[in-house]
Protein backbone atom coordinates (compact mmCIF):
# COMPACT_ATOMS: atom_id res chain seq x y z
CA UNK A 1 0.00 0.00 0.00
CA UNK A 2 1.31 3.47 -1.03
CA UNK A 3 0.26 6.90 -2.02
CA UNK A 4 3.09 8.82 -3.97
CA UNK A 5 2.84 12.87 -4.64
CA UNK A 6 4.61 14.47 -6.80
CA UNK A 7 4.33 17.77 -8.91
CA UNK A 8 6.58 19.92 -6.59
CA UNK A 9 9.08 22.34 -6.79
CA UNK A 10 10.48 25.74 -6.83
CA UNK A 11 7.81 28.30 -8.26
CA UNK A 12 7.64 32.46 -7.74
CA UNK A 13 4.28 34.03 -6.18
CA UNK A 14 2.17 34.59 -7.99
CA UNK A 15 2.98 31.28 -10.11
CA UNK A 16 0.97 27.17 -10.05
CA UNK A 17 2.02 24.45 -9.37
CA UNK A 18 -0.52 20.45 -9.84
CA UNK A 19 0.38 18.27 -6.89
CA UNK A 20 -0.27 14.71 -7.87
CA UNK A 21 -1.00 11.83 -5.50
CA UNK A 22 -0.75 8.45 -6.95
CA UNK A 23 -2.01 5.44 -4.85
CA UNK A 24 -0.90 1.95 -5.61
CA UNK A 25 -1.95 -1.32 -3.29
CA UNK A 26 -5.51 -0.63 -2.76
CA UNK A 27 -9.14 1.69 -4.00
CA UNK A 28 -9.05 5.24 -3.53
CA UNK A 29 -13.34 5.13 -4.44
CA UNK A 30 -13.89 4.32 -0.91
CA UNK A 31 -11.72 6.84 0.41
CA UNK A 32 -11.74 10.46 1.84
CA UNK A 33 -8.81 12.42 0.28
CA UNK A 34 -7.07 15.33 1.79
CA UNK A 35 -3.77 17.65 0.96
CA UNK A 36 -2.37 18.18 4.22
CA UNK A 37 1.30 20.79 4.42
CA UNK A 38 3.40 21.27 6.93
CA UNK A 39 5.87 24.03 7.29
CA UNK A 40 9.60 24.40 9.07
CA UNK A 41 8.67 24.76 12.40
CA UNK A 42 4.86 24.26 12.55
CA UNK A 43 2.40 21.72 12.17
CA UNK A 44 0.57 20.02 9.92
CA UNK A 45 -2.46 22.10 8.45
CA UNK A 46 -5.31 20.71 6.15
CA UNK A 47 -5.65 22.67 3.24
CA UNK A 48 -7.90 20.50 0.88
CA UNK A 49 -10.73 17.75 1.48
CA UNK A 50 -12.95 16.25 -0.97
CA UNK A 51 -15.22 13.07 -0.08
CA UNK A 52 -14.72 9.31 -1.25
CA UNK A 53 -18.29 10.68 -3.97
CA UNK A 54 -16.75 13.42 -5.01
CA UNK A 55 -19.38 15.81 -4.27
CA UNK A 56 -18.10 18.10 -1.64
CA UNK A 57 -14.58 19.73 -1.13
CA UNK A 58 -13.42 21.26 2.10
CA UNK A 59 -10.88 24.62 2.11
CA UNK A 60 -9.38 26.42 4.82
CA UNK A 61 -9.40 30.36 4.24
CA UNK A 62 -5.88 30.55 3.65
CA UNK A 63 -6.23 28.59 0.45
CA UNK A 64 -9.83 29.00 -0.41
CA UNK A 65 -10.34 30.51 -3.62
CA UNK A 66 -6.98 29.26 -4.81
CA UNK A 67 -6.36 25.59 -4.30
CA UNK A 68 -8.72 22.77 -5.55
CA UNK A 69 -8.82 19.85 -4.67
CA UNK A 70 -9.80 17.02 -7.52
CA UNK A 71 -9.74 13.31 -7.96
CA UNK A 72 -9.79 10.72 -10.61
CA UNK A 73 -10.87 7.20 -9.21
CA UNK A 74 -10.88 5.33 -12.12
CA UNK A 75 -6.59 6.48 -12.69
CA UNK A 76 -6.51 6.16 -8.73
CA UNK A 77 -5.08 9.67 -8.19
CA UNK A 78 -5.95 12.81 -6.16
CA UNK A 79 -4.66 16.29 -7.30
CA UNK A 80 -3.80 19.44 -5.67
CA UNK A 81 -4.21 22.22 -8.19
CA UNK A 82 -3.07 25.66 -6.40
CA UNK A 83 -2.63 28.72 -8.35
CA UNK A 84 -1.60 32.27 -7.17
CA UNK A 85 1.04 30.66 -4.52
CA UNK A 86 2.38 33.11 -2.20
CA UNK A 87 5.42 32.64 0.09
CA UNK A 88 3.77 31.47 2.53
CA UNK A 89 2.34 28.46 0.91
CA UNK A 90 5.95 27.00 1.05
CA UNK A 91 6.06 23.89 2.77
CA UNK A 92 5.49 20.05 2.33
CA UNK A 93 2.74 18.90 1.37
CA UNK A 94 1.22 15.35 2.04
CA UNK A 95 -1.40 13.29 0.30
CA UNK A 96 -4.02 11.12 2.96
CA UNK A 97 -6.39 8.96 2.22
CA UNK A 98 -8.67 8.33 5.06
CA UNK A 99 -11.07 5.72 5.41
CA UNK A 100 -11.53 5.45 9.45
CA UNK A 101 -9.50 6.33 12.31
CA UNK A 102 -7.52 3.07 12.53
CA UNK A 103 -7.53 2.68 8.07
CA UNK A 104 -5.70 5.49 6.45
CA UNK A 105 -2.65 6.02 4.43
CA UNK A 106 0.02 8.66 4.10
CA UNK A 107 2.33 9.52 1.68
CA UNK A 108 5.97 10.76 1.67
CA UNK A 109 5.15 14.51 1.37
CA UNK A 110 6.48 16.68 -1.81
CA UNK A 111 7.92 19.98 -1.51
CA UNK A 112 6.52 23.17 -2.40
CA UNK A 113 8.67 26.42 -2.21
CA UNK A 114 7.61 29.89 -3.23
CA UNK A 115 10.03 32.03 -3.76
CA UNK A 116 11.21 34.80 -5.96
Known amino acids: VQLVESGGGLVQPGGSLRLSCAAS????????MRWYRQAPGKGRELVAA????????NYPDSVKGRFTISRDNAQNRAYLQMNSLKPEDTAVYYC??????????WGQGTQVTVSS
Open 96 to 105: HAYWSPILHY
Open 25 to 32: GFAISGYH
Open 50 to 57: ITSAGDST
